[in-house]
């Protein structure tokens, strides 16, 4: 690979780095592709409200991020996500905090918990395709929300009532749809404007949100007392473990502290699963071969084949594996840089900060061949390193839930390839651009749907 020597560190002026905030924005991987061909292993990166950042997109460079001490490296700070996330959240915790919650939360995605989840991802895909199968043209992006926001209501907050759960569905709509990439990337956009700007558009859906989770974390704390009371047995929702979790202390979790964390697994395990199921049709749909095969070997098990069966499927785990690699729906990972360092061979003050391009590392030919081709294939030829190959970030910092996001990938496209038959019906050729906090299609995807 051709390149220039690493550009050297420098102060942008405030129009570069709205044009950098607007490149990201708009075509997140052209930008990361032209940073990746033209430096080698890294780029430095300024966008408002943040110093400059020293971005890796070598394996190397991710090795060094991944296992710096967090005495050295940290969560972003400020975070764009805090708006949307809340302070509480693991995402945005440090250190200890960071640590401590990590471990009391960590149960409610292992074991028994995860595998108590499969009947309500199952009866999510069943109700969501049902609705459609009469649809002669089905948006690929508008079904798989739908989908994925049914289980993750029903798995993180417990609700299985029609009608809050149409609350919640809203809800949920309008506060990741009024987090828009401007207020992420823009910390001056966070501005009231008499009620009618974006800032308070987002402010009004976050408090009717607020105003539900709330009322069920209190609603849940008096069944569990309850159930306590009357020795019967505790639901399986993330909800209910995370009202019972005591820290070393002794102390439960606050409300507000609850809420943060309920808001980041519905943020992070919605729109994220949504947008890689959604690539994962495209991508399929647009490769015969791929899915020829596919669909092969999803035929071999029953159709009441168990979640043990379907995980050790190794051609749907190389396609699932594949998707995210072209497509990580996480764009950068971020680190605070809190004591001047070394990183790459550059000198890192503190105050500055540091990070991977997902995009460019996944798309390096250092390390993969034919990084832009789909080929499920090398999954099957290779093993990657966690610095190669970081879907679902990587060290302490790695998703916690990732294991839950597995799950739901290969249990949707289990059930919807082995009953259906699925037929692109919009452009082949997509773009990806950021919405809310994760890269989805910028064009609209459709396919028809029919009986296999």
Not at 40 to 57: H, K
Request: hydrophobic share 40%; aromatic share 8%; net charge neutral.
């Amino acid at each position: 690979m051709q390149t220039l020597s690493m550009q050297p560190p420098s102060v942008s002026s405030p129009f570069q780095k709205i044009s950098n905030a607007l490149q990201l924005s708009l075509n997140p991987e052209g930008f990361f592709r032209k940073k990746l061909y033209r430096y080698d292993g890294a780029f430095f990166l300024s966008m408002p409200g943040l110093n400059q950042i020293l971005m890796a997109t070598s394996s190397e460079g991710a090795s060094e991020i991944f296992s710096s001490p967090s005495s050295v490296l940290t969560s972003s700070l400020p975070s764009p996500l805090q708006p949307l996330l809340g302070s509480f959240s693991l995402i945005l915790l440090q250190g200890a905090a960071h640590n401590r919650e990590r471990r009391m939360i960590r149960p409610a995605f292992q074991g028994a918990c995860l595998r108590s989840y499969i009947p309500l991802i199952h009866r999510a895909v069943d109700s969501t395709l049902g609705k459609h199968a009469l649809d002669k043209q089905v948006n690929v992006q508008c079904l798989m929300q739908e989908l994925t926001l049914d289980v993750i209501i029903e798995v993180v907050f417990g609700v299985t009532d029609v009608e809050r759960k149409v609350a919640y569905q809203d809800a949920v709509r309008k506060l990741l749809a009024t987090f828009t990439p401007p207020l992420m990337l823009l910390p001056f956009m966070r501005t009231p404007m008499l009620g009618l700007g974006p800032w308070d558009r987002f402010t009004k859906a976050r408090a009717v949100f607020d105003t539900l989770i709330l009322e069920d974390i209190d609603n849940a704390k008096r069944k569990s007392r309850a159930d306590d009371t009357s020795g019967a047995t505790q639901p399986s929702d993330v909800l209910s473990t995370l009202i019972n979790l005591q820290d070393e202390q002794g102390q439960y979790l606050s409300n507000t502290h609850i809420r943060d964390e309920l808001t980041t697994l519905l943020a992070a395990g919605h729109e994220t699963t949504a947008n890689s199921l959604t690539w994962a049709i495209q991508l399929i749909s647009t490769h015969p071969s791929v899915e020829s095969r596919l669909v092969e070997e999803l035929m071999t098990l029953d159709e009441n084949a168990s979640i043990e069966q379907v995980m050790k499927l190794r051609y749907l785990d190389a396609v699932i594996k594949e998707v995210l690699r072209v497509h990580p729906v996480v764009p950068l990972v971020m680190r605070s840089v809190m004591s001047d360092t070394t990183l790459m061979g550059y000198d890192v003050a503190a105050g500055t900060y540091a990070g991977i391009a997902t995009y460019a590392l996944h798309m390096n030919p250092d390390i993969w061949t034919y990084p832009e081709e789909f080929q499920p294939q090398r999954f099957l030829d290779n093993d990657y390193s966690p610095q190669e190959y970081v879907p679902f970030g990587g060290g302490t910092k790695k998703c916690l839930g990732y294991g839950f996001a597995l799950f739901e990938m290969k249990s949707v496209l289990f059930k919807l390839y082995r009953h259906s038959s699925i037929t692109l019906t919009s452009n082949s050729k997509i773009s990806a651009a950021i919405q809310g906090i994760t890269l989805g299609p910028k064009q609209k995807i459709t396919v028809s749907l029919s009986p296999r």
